[in-house]
């Protein structure tokens, strides 16, 4: 069977892969998602309580408003869903898509003499071929690209799994293991059966097994309710909602000026002076205010739950969380409970111990443990690109967070964490049409490695969580310097005071011609 030819193809149709299929529909990509619709990890890593972290109009496309934009709530994943899907019919984007198509292998088929060169732009030559299995049947058909682009994101589908003691794993309880991959695949009634009346131990403290411990609350309120319990090693920073001391929370981290104190890639030595002798107090200041009001409005300490680091080096690493709204009065009741686990635990046949001689018993162990981004990308670089992914300071170098700089004719979109990644893999999706278009060139490979270690050094100065690859604390300066790549201007707002005061997002970056 021949390879289906096409100039652009697209591994993956959730938020990054219908943005990247929409800005680049002059090409007529082909969009290859495995499962039969499009959503990622909003369709398939979404509890039925799940919720966006952020309100509607800072999470949007630029050229696609909420009809409801100003809805205070915020909206489930089921509302994220039909926004995506109209976003999709809009745009008409959905024709690209071949659904139910999973991506078994991809083969490099370009020049290998001229891997090292950088970025070319594509001449009607293919650099890839991609086989694709359809669901329910046993051929492979092959696809030929001169440009791929990986869309597949770091979370969902490969879920990390703890390493335990020999023979003290999973297969030693008598109850139900499972991880919260799974749990996302039952319906509101299975979960709640899977729940109810159950003691169930919740391994994780991120946004995941929050939301899943208060759903597990909910399932045990009756008279044979059963407690919660969530195991946690590594505490982070929560906050009830977007104000501080009645302040908006954008003022201390979404404004131009706020972003001013922090240090960002290719600043002069002055600045650079002036951020650790000069700012560096403000920062903590900041951090130790926001701090203040948490610590007053949450029970904490009551739990033993506050942080041991400040909450700027949560921030800077994207996981500050909202707390689900019950969590707290539902561990009032007894219904959720907290043990802390910094040393290493295992299953006995009755549930977990710990190595300080702790034991809980269980019915049900749910994983909260996250997701294994790296190995999903493993599984379809091809050697030697493969190689490129066992970089030495844990983040793969890609040149605004878009171009791995040793890797010819591929890009990767929704790989950098931001404030809302659905704006960064937007404007990383402008970025990345306009140069397979050839309107701008790229930096050499040296120049192009050199700046994704100066945002390392940023992120490692920051916060010893540098590893999620989070660039909040300089996103503003990060997308001014993708714009006078592309020619745009830097500045979008229409006055000195909104520039410096008020809060940017998509809509700032509306293209304007």
Same mark, same amino acid.
């Given at each position: 069977m021949d390879p289906v030819v096409s100039k652009v193809g697209i591994i993956g149709a959730g938020v990054s892969g219908i943005a990247a299929a929409k800005h680049l529909s002059h090409h007529n990509p082909i969009v290859l998602e495995a499962s039969d619709s499009i959503g990622g990890v909003w369709r398939h890593c979404s509890y039925n309580s799940t919720? $966006?972290?952020?309100?509607?109009?800072?999470? =949007?496309?630029?050229?696609?408003? *909420?009809?409801? &934009?100003?809805?205070? @709530?915020? !909206?489930? #994943? $089921?509302?994220?869903?039909?926004y995506l899907n109209s976003y999709a019919e809009h745009f008409d984007v959905l024709k690209f898509v071949r659904f139910n198509s999973k991506v078994?292998?991809? &083969?490099?088929?370009?020049? *290998? =003499?001229?891997?090292?060169?950088?970025?070319?732009?594509?001449?009607?030559?293919?650099? %890839? =071929?991609?086989?694709v299995q359809t669901s329910g049947e046993d051929t492979i058909q092959w696809y030929a690209f001169e440009f791929l682009v990986v869309c597949i994101g770091k979370y969902g589908d490969i879920p990390r799994i703890p390493e335990f003691p020999h023979n003290k794993g999973p297969q030693a309880f008598q109850g139900q293991v499972l991880h919260s991959l799974d749990y996302c695949k039952l319906d509101k009634k299975a979960a709640s059966e899977l729940l109810k009346d159950k003691k169930v131990v919740v391994v994780g403290y991120k946004k995941s097994?929050?939301?899943?411990?208060?759903?597990?609350? @909910?399932?045990?309120?009756? !008279?044979?309710?059963?407690?919660?319990?969530?195991?946690?090693?590594?505490?982070? *920073?929560?906050?009830?909602?977007?104000?501080? %001391?009645?302040? !908006?929370?954008?003022?201390?981290?979404?404004? &131009?000026?706020?972003?001013?104190? #922090?240090?960002?890639?290719?600043?002069?030595?002055?600045?650079?002076?002036?951020?650790?002798?000069?700012l560096s107090p403000l920062r903590h200041a900041i951090s130790k205010f926001i701090e203040s009001y948490i610590l007053w409005k949450l029970p904490l300490e009551k739990y033993g739950l506050k942080p041991d680091h400040s909450f700027e080096e949560d921030y800077a690493s994207c996981q500050m969380a909202i707390t689900p709204e019950n969590l707290f009065s539902e561990a009032d009741k007894g219904r959720i409970m907290f043990k802390r686990s910094q040393g290493n635990w295992w299953f006995n046949k009755d549930g977990i111990e710990f190595d300080d001689g702790g034991k809980i018993d269980a019915d049900v162990v749910v994983l909260a443990t996250g997701y294994d981004g790296k190995k999903k990308l493993k599984a379809i670089l091809p050697v030697p690109f493969k190689s490129l992914l066992e970089y030495p300071s844990g983040i793969m170098p890609l040149y605004r967070g878009t171009i791995h700089p040793l890797i010819p004719n591929?890009?990767?979109?929704?790989?950098?964490?931001?404030?809302?990644?659905?704006?960064?893999?937007?404007?990383?999706?402008? *970025? $990345?049409? &306009?140069?397979?278009?050839?309107?701008?060139?790229?930096?050499?490979?040296?120049?192009?490695?050199?700046?994704?270690?100066?945002?390392?050094?940023?992120?490692?100065?920051?916060?010893?969580?540098?590893?999620?690859?989070?660039?909040?604390?300089?996103s503003i300066n990060h997308s001014d310097e993708i714009c006078e790549e592309m020619g745009w201007t830097s500045w979008r707002k229409n006055t000195w005071l909104a520039e410096a005061f008020s809060p940017y997002g998509g809509q700032d970056y509306l293209q304007k011609y």
């Amino acid at each position: 069977m021949d390879p289906v030819v096409s100039k652009v193809g697209i591994i993956g149709a959730g938020v990054s892969g219908i943005a990247a299929a929409k800005h680049l529909s002059h090409h007529n990509p082909i969009v290859l998602e495995a499962s039969d619709s499009i959503g990622g990890v909003w369709r398939h890593c979404s509890y039925n309580s799940t919720k $966006l972290q952020s309100h509607r109009r800072d999470y =949007e496309f630029s050229d696609f408003p *909420w009809f409801d &934009r100003d809805n205070p @709530e915020y !909206p489930s #994943h $089921l509302e994220i869903l039909d926004y995506l899907n109209s976003y999709a019919e809009h745009f008409d984007v959905l024709k690209f898509v071949r659904f139910n198509s999973k991506v078994v292998e991809v &083969r490099f088929i370009g020049d *290998w =003499e001229t891997t090292d060169a950088g970025f070319k732009p594509p001449a009607g030559q293919p650099a %890839w =071929e991609v086989a694709v299995q359809t669901s329910g049947e046993d051929t492979i058909q092959w696809y030929a690209f001169e440009f791929l682009v990986v869309c597949i994101g770091k979370y969902g589908d490969i879920p990390r799994i703890p390493e335990f003691p020999h023979n003290k794993g999973p297969q030693a309880f008598q109850g139900q293991v499972l991880h919260s991959l799974d749990y996302c695949k039952l319906d509101k009634k299975a979960a709640s059966e899977l729940l109810k009346d159950k003691k169930v131990v919740v391994v994780g403290y991120k946004k995941s097994a929050l939301d899943l411990a208060v759903e597990c609350a @909910e399932a045990n309120q009756g !008279p044979k309710g059963q407690p919660c319990t969530m195991v946690v090693r590594t505490i982070h *920073w929560t906050v009830p909602h977007y104000w501080v %001391w009645g302040l !908006p929370f954008f003022l201390f981290y979404s404004t &131009r000026a706020s972003q001013f104190l #922090h240090p960002r890639p290719n600043q002069s030595f002055l600045r650079t002076i002036t951020c650790l002798l000069a700012l560096s107090p403000l920062r903590h200041a900041i951090s130790k205010f926001i701090e203040s009001y948490i610590l007053w409005k949450l029970p904490l300490e009551k739990y033993g739950l506050k942080p041991d680091h400040s909450f700027e080096e949560d921030y800077a690493s994207c996981q500050m969380a909202i707390t689900p709204e019950n969590l707290f009065s539902e561990a009032d009741k007894g219904r959720i409970m907290f043990k802390r686990s910094q040393g290493n635990w295992w299953f006995n046949k009755d549930g977990i111990e710990f190595d300080d001689g702790g034991k809980i018993d269980a019915d049900v162990v749910v994983l909260a443990t996250g997701y294994d981004g790296k190995k999903k990308l493993k599984a379809i670089l091809p050697v030697p690109f493969k190689s490129l992914l066992e970089y030495p300071s844990g983040i793969m170098p890609l040149y605004r967070g878009t171009i791995h700089p040793l890797i010819p004719n591929m890009a990767f979109v929704g790989y950098l964490e931001s404030v809302s990644n659905l704006h960064s893999s937007e404007l990383r999706s402008i *970025w $990345l049409a &306009r140069l397979i278009d050839d309107k701008f060139k790229l930096p050499s490979v040296e120049k192009m490695l050199e700046q994704t270690n100066k945002e390392l050094e940023v992120m490692k100065d920051t916060t010893r969580f540098y590893k999620r690859f989070c660039i909040s604390t300089f996103s503003i300066n990060h997308s001014d310097e993708i714009c006078e790549e592309m020619g745009w201007t830097s500045w979008r707002k229409n006055t000195w005071l909104a520039e410096a005061f008020s809060p940017y997002g998509g809509q700032d970056y509306l293209q304007k011609y």
